[in-house]
């Protein structure tokens, strides 16, 4: 951290606060007797109240419901990880549910087929996971499965799990569950498809597509635009401490003894990126293109895209009205040398020249380059938000989100015991260190920037400060709604509310 330039580096405040939050939440550990225990938990009463000093109803609420099959699915639309979910228009060939298979959780009087059809099918597909390497210890390499989980939306709005595979090729030892199968082996399956959800929203959903695409869009414009550029001055404050807490996250979380290293490994985890930036394209980058593309464009109480669009159309006016000021026809982009060379180096230092991504090589049109900016600005804030906001309210309460399992998954049904369901579980040690990194990246610091302030005040134009405080009391009318509707949930859905959304990936 110390070579970084001293204008991306966290100011005394944010640098004091960020260091006492973690010692003080490993300090309790200690004092309690966890910090770097191997011994595996009593029973699950035993996991609540690590934390005395740290809690949220949020949180309370999920270690009481987290075994619902109701707010298990909820939580693929509204939890920490919104971005795997997605329509099912036909089942998968290799997994081979049946209409005798699922039909008693079926509304009456209608099929699999017909389900389908209606758009009422879900997916949550873990392939990328396939034959990836993880961490060996003691011999034995810790599991993560390939899962498919199929979800299905009934007449009340409620989405709930109906089978689970717990690999990409079925067979005899990798069988598909149900709920009517016994409590604890479906219990402990959700647990494997919650593992592997959590590794992808980790590696991929969290690190690679807010953190370091931030730091992708961060270095490039350094790179390529002098600081009197209007995107330099428009995207900066969008950079604001990417830099330092990458830096700091390629130790906590990449390095040698860092978290997901517990889980993967570096050679994994790098692979785990590799393909997955392989596939990545430009749309769904772009929230109302992933949303289409998914086809969740119907599903009821997704909140997380009702509150992302309304930012993402807030944040792309807001684009408009400002780089008009400064390109008022297609002729100033096609002849600003410096932001062509500025999308290129992205194109390919970021995405690797990758063609079939659909990433932009070059600028021709004003709306070329708003759709861009608008999808950094969303990125490096919304988006980072949603996937990073609700760490502590669902990852404290370890079985909901396990980052790591220690014993292989059931390829029986019938077998599971509570004590497997313990042994399966992370280590005492390891569970902490989990709810640690949870409860620092929940925490709110002081000088923290929220969506829309520009302290610096870069543009000295009358007309850019009133487009600035337009776009202020547009989100301020997204933040009444948002309340609004929250006021009539069990579970408010918060992580979008434009007061609660930093201006950069500063945590």
Known sequence: MSELPSEVRFSLSKGFEFTFSKEFTKAELKLKGLFGSEESWESLESMKNTLTFKT?????????????????????LNGVHPSIIRNCPLMPSNFPVTEEMVQPFLEPGTSLQQEIQKGNLFLCDYKSLEGLQTLVVEGNSMPLTAALCLLYLDTTGTLKPIAIQLGQEPSEKCPIFVPSDPELDWLLVKMFVKNADSVIHQIISHLMNTHLLAEVFAVATMRHFPDVHPLYKLLTPHFRYTLQINTAARVVLLGPTGLVSKVSGNEGTNELMRRHLAETTYSSLCLPDNIADRGLQNIPNFYYRDDGLKL???????????????YPTDDEVSGDAELQRWIQDISTRGFLG??????????????????????????????????NSG????????????????RAPPTTKGQVTMETILETLPNIGHSVDFIALSSVLHKKYTDSVVLGSYPEERFGEPAAKQIIENFQKELSSIEERIIERNATLHVPYCYLKPSEIENSVSI
């Open 56 to 76: 949220s109803p949020t949180a309370e609420y999920v270690a009481e419901h987290w075994k619902d099959d109701a707010f298990y699915g909820y939580q693929f």
């Open 312 to 326: 993402w159309t807030a944040i792309n006016r807001f684009v408009w009205a400002m780089l008009g000021l400064y």
């Open 354 to 387: 990758n063609r079939r991504s659909g990433m932009p090589e070059s600028f021709i049109t004003v709306e070329e380059v708003v759709k861009f900016v608008t999808m950094v600005i969303f990125t490096t804030s919304a988006q980072h938000a949603a996937v």
């Open 391 to 406: 760490q502590f309210d669902y990852n404290s309460w370890v079985p909901n989100n396990p980052l790591q399992l220690r």
